[in-house]
T-cell receptor
């Protein structure tokens, strides 16, 4: 069974540009969450999608957005990039509906560098 | 709101010795607790979880964790450390009111020396 796939693995962008990251969850998983990991702030929740609907959102500015497609694949977009957006962006998928006993499986992440 | 604390930035242990990585949590309802490990330039890998039942949870690669409700702790343990266990470890809690959102601790770097 394939794991969570994130593309691309590495990105370098210039301040002011926008970027789109992609995540393909484990087959059959309908929940996709996104996290930002930085040395200073650690792992922070961005948002979660379930069945194409945003179910929860973290405390990030509106420049960060996402969506989920009917095949459960998800994308996140960051507009007007800032230097502070440089981070490892992690996608996680979970099975089924909201069941507290299901663990999340993470992709290898996309390393975004803003210059 | 839920929160997780990992009081040690780094834990050093000799190979073959037991290891403990500490985690304390705060949630309003029942805690659902997880441990993940991260190797360099990789994503997070699931180790184990506590949902309900036995306070001692066994997971992957010989790791286990002890849930203590009165101390609101969920410490990760292993009887005999390996050099290959050296990595970054994260404790996380899930809040029912926040969907599938995980709140992570700051992480603890485990260094196992030969």
């Amino acid at each position: 069974k394939a794991g969570v796939t994130q593309t691309p693995r590495y990105l370098i962008k210039t301040r002011g540009q926008q970027v789109t990251l992609s995540c393909s969850p484990i087959s059959g998983h309908r929940s996709v969450s996104w996290y930002q990991q930085t040395p200073g702030q650690g792992l922070q929740f961005l948002f979660e999608y379930f069945s194409e609907t945003q179910r929860n959102k973290g405390n990030f500015p509106g420049r960060f957005s996402g969506r989920q497609f009917s095949n459960s694949r998800s994308e996140m977009n960051v507009s007007t990039l800032e230097l502070g957006d440089s981070a490892l962006y992690l996608c996680a998928s979970s099975s089924g509906t909201v069941r507290m006993n299901t663990e999340a499986f993470f992709g290898q992440g996309t390393r975004l560098t803003v210059v | 709101a839920q929160s997780v604390a990992q009081p040690e930035d780094q834990v050093n242990v000799a190979e073959g010795n037991p290891l403990t990585v500490k985690c304390t949590y705060s949630v309003s309802g029942n805690p659902y607790l997880f441990w993940y490990v991260q190797y360099p330039n990789r994503g997070l890998q699931f180790l184990l979880k506590y949902i309900t039942g036995d306070n001692l949870v066994k997971g992957s690669y010989g790791f286990e964790a002890e849930f203590n409700k009165s101390q609101t702790s969920f410490h990760l343990k292993k009887p005999s450390a390996l050099v290959s266990d050296s990595a970054l470890y994260f404790c996380a809690v899930r809040d029912y009111d926040a969907g599938n959102m995980l709140t992570f601790g700051g992480g603890t770097r485990l260094m196992v020396k030969p």
